[in-house]
DNA sequence: ATTCGTGCAAACCATTTGCAAGAGA
DNA sequence: TCTCTTGCAAATGGTTTGCACGAAT
C-alpha cells in the first residue's frame, strides 16, 4: 500500500512522462531524507544515477510541482512538496543550525488573506524563518553575562 | 542628507571593513533597482566593478545581512535587506510574471507567534507568494467558456 | 605606512547538452 | 516497435582563487 510511490507514478503517467528507475530512485532519496537536499547531496545518495539525470529529474520535478526549493543563505535545497509531504516550512536557528519543522494553520490563512488583499489567488508560498533556538539563546546568555 | 549611503558606510565600519568604490558602485546598483536582482544582472548593471569582485561583495552583503536572497524557479535572487528597504514581501503571479510588493503587519505579527510557539527568537525571515493576478485569472477564465 | 580590497587571469566545479544505446508503454 | 530516457563525455558558464598592484585608513 506504498501509496506515496503510486501517486508519484500516477502523476508523472498524467503528465505523459515515463515512470523510470532513475526518477523512482530519485524521488526515493527525497522521500527517505526527510529535510531538504542540496543537488549535490542528492546526487551523491544516487549513485546508481548520472548526475546528469539526476539534474534533468530535479528540473522535471520542480515543473512538475513534485519538488519545491528554498534557498538557504547561498544554496538552493530541494525537498518534496506538497502532495508527498504534509505541508509545512522551517525555522533555522541561526547558531546552531538545528532545523524544526513548522506546520501552522493560522499562519496558511493568514497568507491567503494577504494574497487576496492584492488579488491574487494564491497558489504556493514560500515560508523560511530563522532566529535563535532556545538552548542557544540560553548559551548566548550565559556567556555574555 | 543621502541618510542611506551613510549608513550604508556606517555599517560597513562597524563591521571593520572598508568603505571602497566597488561596494558603494554594488549597493548603488541594488539601490536603483527597486527589485531582486540574479548575481548576472547585478555584475552587467555594475561594469565598472570585475565580476569576482562582484561576487566577493555581494557574499559579504549577505554576511553582514545588507542584501536578502530569495529563490524564484531555479534562481536566486537578490536585493537589499530591512535596513535599506522598508520590510516587504512578494507575490508573483505565475503566469504573466508580474511581481507585487506586500507589506502586512498582521502577517508580522503571526510570523513572531509562530515562532516562539517552537520557542525560537525570530530573526529573519523570507516569505515568498505566487498565485494568479486579477488580469490573469478574467484572462483565464475567458479562454476556458 | 600598512592593511585591506581589487583587477586580472587561471582554475574549479556545478550544470547543461549532443548523441548513441537501452528502457518503458 | 516506437518513443522517451539514460549514460557517457565533452562543452559551458557561473563562481572561486592566487597573486601583485592600488586604494583606504
Request: hydrophobic share 35%; glycine share 4%.
Amino acid at each position: 500500500m506504498n501509496t506515496d510511490a503510486d501517486n508519484f507514478a500516477q502523476l508523472l503517467k498524467n503528465n505523459g512522462v515515463s515512470v523510470t528507475t532513475a526518477r523512482r530512485a530519485i524521488f526515493h532519496t527525497l522521500r527517505d531524507a526527510d529535510e531538504p537536499l542540496k543537488n549535490g547531496e542528492i546526487a551523491r545518495r544516487t549513485p546508481t544515477v548520472d548526475r546528469a539525470s539526476v539534474y534533468r529529474t530535479l528540473e522535471l520535478f520542480a515543473r512538475l510541482g513534485i519538488t519545491e526549493t528554498v534557498m538557504r543563505g547561498w544554496t538552493p535545497y530541494t525537498e518534496l512538496a506538497e502532495p508527498f509531504t504534509p505541508h509545512h516550512h522551517h525555522i533555522i536557528c541561526e547558531n546552531c543550525g538545528k532545523v524544526v519543522e513548522i506546520e501552522n494553520d493560522t499562519l496558511e490563512d493568514v497568507l491567503n488573506l494577504v494574497a487576496s488583499r492584492y488579488d491574487f489567488a494564491l497558489q504556493k508560498h514560500v515560508v523560511e524563518l530563522s532566529g535563535l533556538c532556545a538552548d542557544c539563546r540560553a548559551k548566548t546568555t550565559r556567556q555574555a553575562a
